[in-house]
């Protein structure tokens, strides 16, 4: 049986040589998903920053290239509210890439106030942008990822996915009395699902790759932005001397998506998180964040919709 005993002050430092990997990382631009690109374009990979806003993600090229110069780093626009979009940009990946040997689906948002938000396709934006956006384009970019000796997907969730419970009868909330926190949650479980859906069906078809996922734990990120006041005052830097025990810094936030993106002793369906109480910081190691997103049945209802609403069905071989 494998431990994480051993492997508690796992860190940047052991990050192996990735020379000749190819790594695409949505939301690459700030926060979690910039820390990620840094640490490994540091380690030598080409690292693609697939973002929305192409002028924020020039500016993280340029400053990711100053910190790590040791890979390159490049642009990929892509808008998951649009699954035109990620069509397009899974397009232009394929045009410039002939492997790709690790997905990290990264991005993500949170709105917590105000009414519910819509993707250009008609979804409620939490499980529009974070759940179908990244099936939608991880399934384009399977080829790629199959080229690839033994490619891997990271799909980051959150915490709070243990709040989910996703109802499939209004999964846009189109009936049922908004509430966003709930919407958020939903949609990190769904990553949850997804993870574990693929990851056996990679095991049914002997695929050379792996599907796993990570969570940041109490992240100091601008996620909060939309969030209710007491949210962004945890996040504030000022508040941190009360909060340090609560929230890490995004660096360390990483970690586990760093780990579960690169380590060698990483299995298909293997979970990544911080180490300490309650999972909110610390170092990155094997986690197990409870039965619900391993009900199989959950997990088919939700490849089924998910392939239905995005029109997008996966190719394992």
């Known amino acids: 049986m494998r431990s994480d005993l051993t492997t508690l002050s796992w860190g940047i430092d052991q990050i192996p040589d990735l020379s000749g990997k190819t790594v695409l990382i949505t939301g690459a631009n700030t926060g979690i998903g910039h820390a990620t690109a840094t640490a490994l374009a540091h380690r030598g990979a080409s690292v693609v920053l697939a973002c929305r806003d192409q002028v924020r993600a020039e500016a993280a090229v340029a400053a990711i290239t100053a910190a790590a110069p040791a890979g390159t780093v490049s642009v990929l626009t892509v808008d998951l509210a649009s699954l035109a979009s990620v069509s397009a940009a899974a397009d232009a990946v394929a045009r410039h890439h002939d492997r790709l040997d690790v997905l990290i689906n990264n991005a993500g948002v949170m709105t917590l106030v105000g009414p519910p938000r819509r993707t ?59 509430r966003a926190f709930q919407a958020y949650s939903d949609s990190k479980l769904a990553n949850l699902l997804t993870m574990y859906h693929m990851q056996g069906q990679l095991d049914a078809a002997h695929a050379p790759m792996m599907s796993v996922a990570a969570h940041p734990g109490g992240a100091r990120t601008d996620i909060t932005r939309d969030g209710p006041r007491w949210m962004r005052l945890l996040a504030r830097p000022e508040t941190q ?49 409870g039965p619900r997103a391993r009900d199989e049945e959950l997990q088919r209802t939700l490849w089924s919709r998910s392939q239905e609403l995005t029109g997008v069905t996966y190719r394992m071989v």
């Not at 396709?121 to 990244?134: R, Y």
């Open 241 to 289: 001397w009360c909060t340090n025990w609560l929230t890490h810094d995004i660096p360390s936030a990483a970690l586990p998506a760093v780990r579960a993106a690169t380590d060698p002793e990483v299995r298909g369906g293997d979970v990544y998180g911080p180490a300490g109480w309650q999972g909110l910081t610390g170092r990155p190691v094997r986690v197990d964040l």
């Open 120 to 178: 250009a396709d008609d979804f409620e934006q939490h499980i529009g942008i974070n759940h179908l956006g990244h099936f939608a384009l991880t399934g384009h970019l399977m080829p790629l990822l199959l080229a690839a000796p033994s490619a891997r997907v990271v799909w980051v969730s959150s915490l709070s996915q243990r709040k989910g419970s996703i109802d499939f009868d209004d999964l846009h909330w189109r009936t049922r009395r908004y």
